[in-house]
């Protein structure tokens, strides 16, 4: 675990209700201190977070409109629900250009709302910090994924397109998706992989996490590249 820096401000009003800017509860590290270890992270947020309420469902065509409405609805109403949703994870998959990292960034700014830690990073930075962790013997080694462990939403964009790298990829996607899981936390993947693809490429252990109807919700955009309607339109 990363270990974590409190600055206690005894006699001083406090900012957290929870801690009383303590930096600790009954439970540990209180998520305040969690929170400002993982935003001192240059790679931990790579992407605006949007709201739900910027997204111009005009750019779609009828079919498609309609299916990112009911996505972004469903969405929502797990980014809202927070620790108490009954499928946690999120699967935003299919072709590029269908808004699929777009309605991430509004779940990763709805979550943050509603007060809960966000990491969203790319599949390539992902694999850079497990890179990094399989390469490293000294004391700080555990902080490198820690901050994938305790954030309370985790989003990997645009998995798939990072190198496949023997004892690595594999093993530590598997690594944190099993953690995070077994620790009952939100991880969120978008990918232009399908559902077969990503089983073909990360093997079926992988797959059958993310893709275990009781804990996840998948939503699979099988229509045209909205940039290039904008284009040919």
């Known amino acids: 675990m990363v270990e974590y820096i409190v600055d206690s401000q005894k006699g001083k009003p406090t900012h957290c209700p929870i801690c009383g800017d303590t930096g600790k509860t009954r439970d540990g590290f209180c998520r305040c201190v969690k929170k400002l270890a993982i935003e001192s992270r240059s790679d931990s947020v790579e992407f605006p977070l949007r709201s739900f ?3 111009d469902y005009s750019l779609f065509l009828p079919g498609a409109k309609s299916f990112v409405e009911k996505t972004a609805a469903n969405l929502k109403a797990i980014a809202d629900k927070g620790a108490d949703a009954k499928r946690k994870n999120v699967n935003l998959i299919g072709g590029s250009g269908t808004g ?5 960034s509004c779940f990763a700014g709805e979550s943050e709302a509603v007060g ?3 990491v969203f990073i790319t599949a390539f930075t992902f694999l850079n910090l497990a890179l990094s962790y399989h390469t490293s013997f000294d004391r ?3 902080d490198t994924l820690a901050p994938l462990l305790d954030c ?3 989003i990997i964009d645009d998995l798939g397109t990072e190198s496949m790298l023997k004892n690595v990829t594999a093993e ?3 690594l944190v998706v099993n953690q995070r899981q077994l620790r009952r936390l939100t991880t969120v ?4 992989l399908s559902i077969d693809g990503i089983a073909v490429r990360y093997g079926e252990r992988i797959a059958s996490r993310l893709f275990d109807r ?4 998948t939503a699979e955009f099988d229509f045209a590249d909205i940039r290039k309607i904008k284009i040919d339109g």
């Open 172 to 174: 530590y996607l598997y």
């Open 214 to 217: 009781r804990l996840c919700y």
């Open 116 to 118: 809960r830690t966000v």
């Open 140 to 142: 700080g080694r555990a």
């Open 53 to 55: 309420d910027e997204i």
């Open 152 to 154: 309370d939403v985790l």
């Open 100 to 104: 699929k990292t777009f309605l991430a």
């Open 189 to 192: 993947i978008t990918s232009n």
